[in-house]
């Protein structure tokens, strides 16, 4: 997304709040595309779409000179957005931190199993000759 062109309409806090609603999509794709839940993604997407029709209003009245209903609505803006950077900051975090763990689990499992495997190709010998002595003595236990 790029800043909409400024004129006489745009005022600098229509122009803050555009900046902030920018950051807050971005916070928001980052924390959807590192796996945040879906109904998270969607509440400060709706959040973010409250922020938008904000600055709507605000560059309406703007463009009409009314500079006071502008501020107004720029600030609405800027207050949800803010909110839905800060979120969708901790949202990403923890989808972050999630995405790690999984993956120290699955490295954590495929080195047990690499493990086992070698230890299993290295010593079968040694278990085969265990289980061929069980067996003997399992078959001269019931032979007696």
Not at 12 to 28: E, G, K, P, Y
Not at 74 to 88: D, G, T
């Amino acid at each position: 997304m790029s800043l909409p062109t400024t004129g006489s309409s745009q005022t600098n806090s229509t122009i803050s709040a555009w900046s902030t609603i920018v950051q807050a999509f971005d916070s928001l794709q980052s924390a959807d595309s590192h796996g945040a839940p879906h109904e998270s993604v969607l509440t400060l997407s709706i959040q973010l779409n409250t922020a938008l029709a904000y600055y709507n209003n605000a560059t309406t009245f703007a463009a009409q000179n009314n500079t006071a209903a502008a501020d107004s609505y720029s600030a609405l803006s800027l207050s949800v957005s803010r909110n839905v950077v800060s979120e969708a900051a901790a949202l990403d975090e923890t989808a972050l931190n999630q995405q790690l763990v999984r993956q120290e689990l699955a490295y954590g499992a495929a080195f047990v199993m690499a493990v086992l495997s070698a230890t299993l190709t290295i010593e079968v010998g040694r278990f085969r000759r265990l289980f061929r002595k069980r067996k003997t003595v399992m078959i001269e236990t019931r032979s007696s």
